[in-house]
C-alpha cells in the first residue's frame, strides 16, 4: 500500500510558477507509476502528466505540455511536478496519484491518491 501526500500548492499570478511535490511512503515507490491528476471547480478530474516507475518517461496533456514538468526521486520516495508559465484556467486541487501499471490519462485506473493541493493561478 502506498499512502501520498502533496504539498506546495498556492497562489500565483499568470506568467509565475509553482512546484509541487508528493511524498510517498513505503518501501516500493519505484513500483508505482506516478500521475499527476487536477480538477476544476464543477469540472471532472482530468490527467495532467506521469512518471514511469524508472522516471526514465513522462508523459504530459496537451494543455500543459512544454510548461509542465514532472521528476521524481526514487531514494526519496518523491515526485515533483515543476509549472511554469501558469495560466489561470491551471486553478484547481492538483493530486497525485499512484499505479503498479503502465500510466494512463484514466484516473479511475490509479489506486492510490494524495488528499490534493490547491492552486490558484490570477490574471
Known amino acids: 500500500q502506498v499512502q501520498l501526500v502533496e504539498s506546495g500548492g498556492g497562489s500565483a499570478q499568470a506568467g509565475g510558477s509553482l512546484r509541487l511535490s508528493c511524498a510517498a511512503s513505503?518501501?516500493?515507490?519505484?513500483?508505482?507509476?506516478m500521475g499527476w491528476f487536477r480538477q476544476a471547480p464543477g469540472k471532472e478530474r482530468e490527467f495532467v502528466g506521469a512518471?514511469?516507475?524508472?522516471?526514465?518517461?513522462?508523459y504530459y496533456a496537451e494543455s500543459v505540455k512544454g510548461r509542465f514538468t514532472i521528476s521524481r526521486d526514487n531514494a526519496k520516495n518523491t515526485v515533483t511536478l515543476q509549472m511554469n508559465s501558469l495560466k489561470p484556467e491551471d486553478t484547481a486541487v492538483y493530486y497525485c496519484?499512484?499505479?503498479?501499471?503502465?500510466?494512463?490519462?484514466?484516473?479511475?485506473?490509479?489506486?492510490?491518491w494524495g488528499q490534493g493541493t490547491q492552486v490558484t493561478v490570477s490574471s
Open positions: 513505503g518501501r516500493t515507490f519505484s513500483g508505482y507509476t
Open positions: 512518471s514511469s516507475r524508472n522516471g526514465g518517461s513522462t
Open positions: 496519484a499512484a499505479r503498479l501499471l503502465f500510466y494512463t490519462t484514466d484516473p479511475g485506473s490509479y489506486q492510490y
